[in-house]
Structure formats: structure tokens, C-alpha cells
């Protein structure tokens, strides 16, 4: 159902306060052509309204005719920033940017952050960044579990599906997301409430069954038979199974890079108002379905681009597959089981 203007102006409101926005801040607003109207609108009357100094910045949608879909997250990384070096500097020289068009994975989204820039990706419908407000609650959990991932030198999970998945953990930083730019160089997207991390380079190893109900982002699907997973030294390196499995194979193929295939982020959602079921109840292409990515006690893993962790893989093909029932354990201490969260309390 739809939201109206005045709710979502006191959401940004809120929101942008927890972010630490204060007057006189510098404060770009980041649109394609693509950008949700009402979110751009509702974010530059709260902006105002505390006093920021607010910009428009739009710049020309790209990829369009090279993605196999218009959703955002399913050709990552490659920006109109690229070639735009004024937009660039603005965007640098801003202290707070709403990105509605989502830079994620691009090389120029790092360079941002490096200068100190905080930034929020805002592109899911609104009525879902409505339901799942940012709150401190949230935010203190998703930094409990920083806690344990970052001491954590082993992740290993299992599933009565037949998931036995393990992989070392150590060369790269915990990636947190809890819905807040709130430290200087920060990048969240509101919604989120979910903590994960990219495996050491080639340790990934065993294997990850996509079992009936397991959703695969981003094709907006529930998994409607088996995928097993072979995983070999940080690659996926072999996929079996029926329909999905040949339909993931043909999709990964279709970018014709081999960095496709190597794994990414891998955690644990901690969003007790996010639904398993929400991705079904709406237009596959309405947003990125971030219910699906942090409903909690799924196991969340990903692959090909790392340029978030500050890798150098920036393929442009990233597959993120939340699953459930899932057993995830660090260092032998369980954070869930069979996809129920036990660490940290919920
Ligand atoms: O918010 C996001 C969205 C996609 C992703 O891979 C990570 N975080």
C-alpha cells in the first residue's frame, strides 16, 4: 500500500537526524531517471527542514541497454559517475549524499567514502522503508554482531538441505547495515539490518544447496527446485540441479567473466520485521527485495564483486541468495540454527 508525503517527510526526518545531519551540512540528493519520485521529494522537504544545504544531482541511467533487467542490483557497478568528473567533485565536496539511483559496487562510490562522505542508498519502495525504520536497537545488534564476525577466523554452515559450506575469515572488514550513515565515510542503505563479511581469498570451499523456498536475488525468484552448489577454493565450480540451476548457470555465463563465479559477502540477517514472504507479494522489479536480504536468521551469501570490501573484483554480475533453515557457526560457536538467530540475541 501506498505511504503518504507527510509520513515519509517525518521518516526522513527522523532518519537523517539519526544520521547526524545537522545545519548547514551539505546535503546532494543523487537522481536518474529512474529515481523513486517520492522518495527524492520527501528527502529534500526533511534536508530542508533541519537546515542542510541541499542539491539535486541527476545524472543519465546507464547499463540499460547492456543489463539482461532494470533492476538495480542486477548489473552493479558500472555508473554515469565514470565519466563525470564535476559530478564527481560535487559528490565528493558533499558531507551527506541520498543515493537514489544506486552507485553500490562502483569504484567511484569508494573514492566518495575515502573523502570522509557519508552515504545512504534509498531506492526500495517507500511503504518498505517505512516498515523497517533504522532503529538503535537495530543498529546495536548488527554491531554485536560485528563483534563476533570480526574476532571470527572461521565461518562454517550447515543445512539439513545438505549445505556444508566453510570458509577463513581475516583479510577483509565486516561489512555492517543497519540503515544509518551515521559516521563519517559510512555507507548504509535504508533498509538493511544485516551483517556479513567477504570470505579470505580462496578459502571458500564445500558445498551450498539452494533448497525449494531459498530466494535468488536478483531474479526476484523463490527457488522452485534444488541447486547444488560446488565451492573450490573461493569459486563456484560447479552448478547442478534443474531449471534454476540452468537458469542461474545461463545468467552468471551471459557476462562472459569468470570473476562472476567467485564468492562474496557471506552473513546472517537480523531483521525481525523483514519477510520471506514479501518478495512474492510484489512486482519483481518494484526494488532490490532488501526483506528478502536481511529477514533474520537467514544465511546470506553472494558473489562476484568485492569492490565494496576494497577488493578489485568490480564484475558487474552479483548474485545475492538469502537461504533458510540454515546452521551458521563461527569458530565452532553457533550464530544460527536452522535459521533461527541465537547470536546475538534478538
Ligand atoms: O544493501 C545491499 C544490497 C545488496 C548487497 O549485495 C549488499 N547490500
Redesign the pocket.
Known sequence: MAISDPDFVIAWKQVLEMCKVKAGEQLTILTSDDSNPQIVATCRIAATQIGAVVSLLNLPPMNGEKALSRDK?GYVGKTALAFNSAALACLKASDMVIDTMQL?FSPEQEQILKGGTRML?AVEPPEVMLRMMPTMEGKARVLAAEKLLKKAKVMTVTSKAGTDFRCALGQYPVLT?YGLADEKGRWD?WP?CFVARWPDEGTCEGTIVIDEGDIMLPFKMYARDRVVLTIEKGFVTKIEGGFMADYMKEFMDSFDAPEAYAMA?VGWGLEPRASWTQLGLYDPESG?S?DS?TFAGNFLF?TGPNTEAGGTRDVPC?L?IPLRKCSLSLDGEAMTIEGKVVQPPM
Do not use: A, E, F, P
Open positions: 542490483s553500490l542508498l547495515q542503505h538493511s559477502h532490490l532488501m536480504r553472494s552479483h545475492d
